[in-house]
Structures are given as structure tokens and as C-alpha cells.
């Protein structure tokens, strides 16, 4: 199960840090990921951290300004969210799969776990 939080209302510009935490697996055996979906549109991959891969894989759209990190400790996977902008306004959703491999890993269809989604407004 995954629980995602951190959400909320923010001025274009501004930061946010969203967090999802995992229970019930062993969530370093995962590879871990940020989606989002706006009103009207289709899910879109955001990032995504291998298992055993300390290197973050990003959207076009969002490098730069998103960083994905984890924590397998904590059982977390966090996004965080900097130079905002209104057309970043979406629910984000965490992801999390042990079958993804490199060609399939910005594809929605090939995750199995999924947080129930937290709300991002950005505003102009």
C-alpha cells in the first residue's frame, strides 16, 4: 500500500515536497515513480528511481526543476517540486513496481501499486 501526502495550494514559483511512504513490502526491491494527471488529460510520467540506481530519470518537462528521492529505510519515495508553474497543477500520484524494466519504465500500465493521488494547485 502506498500513501501519498504533501499536496496543497502554492504561487507559481513556489516549491513543494511530496511525500509517499510504502507498507506491507519490502519497498527497496521496487522501482518507484511520480506520475500526474490534469483535468481532461492523460496520465504523464514525471520521474522514476530504479531499484539499485541512485540516478533519477526524469520527464522532459520536468527536469530541473523536480527531483525524486527515496528513502528505503523510511520505506519513502519523495518528489520535490521547485520553480512551479500554473500548468503544474494536477493530482500526483507515486507508483510502484518490481517488474519495470528501462523501455517501459515512463509507462503508467506497467505499475502495480499505486497511491491515491495528492493535489497540486499552482497559482498564477
Known amino acids: 500500500q502506498l500513501q501519498a501526502c504533501g499536496g496543497g495550494l502554492v504561487q507559481a514559483g513556489g516549491s513543494l515536497r511530496l511525500s509517499c511512504a510504502a507498507s506491507g513490502r519490502t519497498f527497496s526491491d521496487y522501482t518507484v515513480a511520480w506520475f500526474r494527471q490534469a483535468p481532461g488529460k492523460e496520465r504523464e510520467f514525471l520521474a522514476a528511481?530504479?531499484?539499485?540506481?541512485?540516478?533519477?530519470i526524469y520527464a522532459d518537462s520536468v527536469k530541473g526543476r523536480f527531483t525524486i528521492s527515496r528513502d528505503n529505510a523510511k520505506n519513502t519515495v519523495y518528489l520535490q517540486l521547485n520553480s512551479l508553474k500554473p500548468e503544474d497543477t494536477a493530482v500526483y500520484y507515486c507508483?510502484?513496481?518490481?517488474?519495470?524494466?528501462?523501455?517501459?519504465?515512463?509507462?503508467?500500465?506497467?505499475?502495480?501499486?499505486w497511491g491515491q493521488g495528492t493535489l497540486v494547485t499552482v497559482s498564477s
Open positions: 528511481r530504479k531499484r539499485y540506481n541512485s540516478n533519477g
Open positions: 507508483a510502484a513496481s518490481s517488474t519495470v524494466i528501462s523501455s517501459t519504465i515512463s509507462n503508467h500500465q506497467f505499475y502495480t501499486y
